[in-house]
């Protein structure tokens, strides 16, 4: 079964229309130096080795019904369907005749970005824990943040499942039945003789209509018509219909009552001695989108950081591949002198200098084999976390070489830069905001249960369900609804208290320890980042310090060949002194080589500490589409905390989003609802009616808005 190809127009991941939801986006910025834009990397040989069922990257389609079929197709691939790729065999040290690809660093991570649909894990493979393999429910991927907005791993929260709560209910349902029975007292037969058959029929229709609003209040409209049949003497009618329609209310006064504990706890249960969970509200639904987001930035991040580190590793091993190389024919030359003056009988070299010499040599050969195995599995490596399969297409060669300039380092400067940005301080905050607004509304719920409840109904009553017969007040029983002259009505409180309340104690006193607890973690976790980011600053200063040190011992054990070479190949030197130079010297070349790498990775590292690991790459997350007035609500909301505005006008209250006009000497706007004309604009673009670019008044870019000071 060929797989479905998706329609070309693309938006960002996770775009709702109803609403200002987040949504995810991997952007590569296209300034970067030395490199394409990525569809060029997309369409380069290196994309054609990409499994096709990774090609979805990170973007979703517009079209929904292509992912609902998606959704529901059963996946069997078959062997004709199966890429080729996945079936050549990898490359060995005996079998390797791919042609080589060089690739730069900012290449492989567009590459790897690209095929991020799931994150790969470096320091899980081969491993037996590997979640990709023995859990991948739960591995990280780029669906998450959809799956935590339209209900969890579970099913049970998201926003969507949030707003569910307030959606309207409607039940309806209808019965018929028929029940013959024998009078045996005419006191309560309705007239009829001892010994008759009441011959009964009934029939019964019910609808009901229930919605729950934002300040936890009930409402419930209900339409009810019975029908009754009987041959009892003293009917009115023989046959005849009977219905009301009602109106509830019930509205909580002290527990669950108010629009901030719905929106952070979610509707009250009608039955007060129900359970009532305080983290099922909009707000509490939101921050769990939130650190879902923040989740997948954290594994981008990771993904980010394990490219650079496979990278280098790759470069490390094609440097020492190429050192040992060098010294294996440098050994092999050496060697063949050394047998030739042998055969020629000069009497300064002997068997043993020349089993010597062969012995090296033998050893050089053997560690430059083993060198170009660690390159391919370097290589391996890094095509895993590319998402290519591990057989065909191209050898990857990294082409960029690590450096050793210097890095400035500002203690100040990158702790605040680490104290911002870590992931995991944000992930912490926001975890520490949502505890506190579940412990706020458990203590509502401390409070007694007391609801108002009340009622209005009109009732009818006729002999025909749609009689037009105007000679009785009782042929239609819709007829005698519509005059309203049966009517009845209630109204009361209903309190329920249990004595000592432990259930919602017990919930405050637990959600106040873990507030503590993330509260003291938080805490923990600055100081613990203080000493990661102290840490990174001595090995970065650690391994630049080697890196210069090697660099010394590389020029004097290459002067040091190149003297004893002089010697030996005058007669004046040993055999055995040059050929452990010449060891010395491939050490040295290999030392150096990694120090450099270590170097690069230090500040890779040092970046990761910081948090800034995807802003150093370049890499920003971006949002989705917002709604119209989400917008204007949001600039209004940035106006309000970078202004001195006292009179800034909020939204109108039916919801229509305020104009956008500029005052006298002031470049910059500020909402106003001075004129009805923007208002309407973006009201109209809301519904679709126009384009965001047709507005009068232009909403301002980001770098056009002034950005709010940190706390």
């Excluded at 609003?213 to 041959?231: C, I, K, P, V």
């Excluded at 923007?678 to 009616?689: C, N, P, T």
């Amino acid at each position: 079964m060929p797989p479905a190809t998706p329609p070309p127009t693309t938006r960002s991941l996770g775009t709702r229309s109803t609403a200002r939801l987040p949504a995810v986006v991997v952007c590569l910025l296209a300034g970067l130096p030395g490199c394409g834009s990525l569809l060029d990397v997309a369409s380069s040989p290196i994309d054609d080795a990409v499994d096709k069922h990774y090609k979805v990257g990170l973007a979703y389609q517009d079209d929904e019904s292509f992912y609902r079929q998606v959704a529901h197709e059963v996946v069997v691939t078959t062997e004709e369907e199966r890429d080729e790729r996945l079936e050549e065999a990898p490359a060995t040290l005996q079998a390797d005749e791919r042609a080589t690809r060089l690739v730069s660093l900012e290449q492989v991570i567009r590459i790897a970005l690209a095929n991020a649909s799931i994150v790969r894990d470096d320091a899980q493979f081969l491993s037996a824990s590997n979640s990709l393999l023995a859990n991948p429910n739960y591995v990280p991927s780029a669906f998450d943040p959809d799956i935590q907005g339209s209900g969890g791993p579970f099913g049970i929260g998201g926003i969507e499942q949030a707003k569910a709560q307030f959606d309207p209910y409607f039940v309806s349902g209808a019965s018929a039945g028929q029940n013959n029975l024998v009078q045996n007292n005419q006191f309560i037969s309705g007239g009829l003789v001892p010994g008759t058959v009441l011959e009964d029929e009934s029939g019964l229709f019910t609808s009901r209509l229930e919605k729950r609003t934002e300040y936890g209040s009930f409402l419930s409209l209900n339409h009810d018509l019975n029908y009754t049949n009987n041959n009892q003497p003293n009917r009115f009618f023989p046959s005849a219909y009977s219905g009301l329609v009602r109106a509830e209310l019930r509205q909580p006064l002290l527990a669950g009552f108010g629009k901030e504990f719905t929106q952070i706890a979610g509707p009250i249960a009608r039955t007060p001695s129900a359970v009532q969970p305080v983290d099922r509200g909009l707000v509490v639904s939101r921050i769990n989108e939130r650190i879902s987001l923040i989740d997948f930035e954290s594994n981008l991040q990771n993904l980010v950081r394990s490219v650079h580190f496979t990278y280098w590793d790759l470069a490390l091993a094609q440097k020492v591949q190429e050192d040992q190389t060098a010294a294996r024919d440098a050994a092999e030359q050496l060697w063949k002198r050394v047998r030739a003056r042998l055969d020629a009988g000069l009497g300064q070299v002997d068997r043993a200098d020349e089993a010597q010499a062969r012995e090296r040599y033998l050893q050089w050969k053997a560690t430059a084999d083993s060198a170009r195995s660690d390159v391919l599995e370097a290589e391996a490596r890094l095509r895993r976390l590319l998402g290519m399969p591990a057989g065909g297409g191209e050898s990857l060669r990294a082409v960029d070489t690590p450096s050793t300039a210097d890095v400035e380092l500002d203690w100040r400067r990158c702790l605040a830069e680490a104290l911002t940005k870590r992931i995991e301080l944000r992930r912490q905050k926001s975890l520490v905001k949502s505890l506190a607004l579940q412990q706020q509304a458990s203590k509502n719920l401390q409070r007694p249960r007391l609801d108002l409840v009340g009622g209005y109904q009109l009732n009818g009553f006729g002999d025909d369900l749609l009689s037009n017969d105007a000679a009785t007040d009782f042929g239609n029983p819709y007829a005698s609804l519509l005059r309203a002259d049966q009517a009845g009505w209630d109204f009361g409180l209903q309190l329920s208290m249990p004595f000592g309340n432990r259930s919602a104690k017990s919930l405050t006193q637990n959600l106040e320890l873990r507030l503590t607890k993330a509260r003291a973690a938080l805490a923990a976790q600055e100081i613990e980042i203080g000493h990661e980011l102290a840490h990174s600053f001595r090995e970065l200063d650690r391994w630049k310090a080697a890196a210069e040190a090697r660099e010394y011992r590389l020029a004097a054990a290459e002067d040091l060949v190149i003297a004893l070479a002089a010697d030996y190949e005058a007669g004046r030197g040993d055999l055995d002194a040059l050929l452990r130079a010449r060891t010395n010297l491939l050490q040295a070349q290999v030392e150096l080589a990694q120090a450099r790498v270590r170097y690069r990775k230090a500040i890779v590292e040092l970046h990761a500490r910081k948090g800034t690991v995807l802003d150093n790459s370049a890499i920003r997350l971006s949002e989705g589409t917002w709604d119209v007035r989400g917008l204007a609500e949001a600039l209004q909301l940035n106006w309000q905390r970078t202004k001195t505005f006292d009179d800034i006008a909020p939204l109108h209250e039916d919801g229509e989003a305020p104009d956008f006009v500029a005052f006298a000497g002031d470049d910059s706007t500020v909402p106003s609802a001075a004129e009805p004309s923007g208002g309407k604009a973006l009201e109209k673009a809301a519904d679709g009616a126009v384009e965001p670019a047709e507005f009068e008044s232009p909403i301002p870019t980001d770098a056009e808005l002034v950005r709010p000071r940190l706390p």
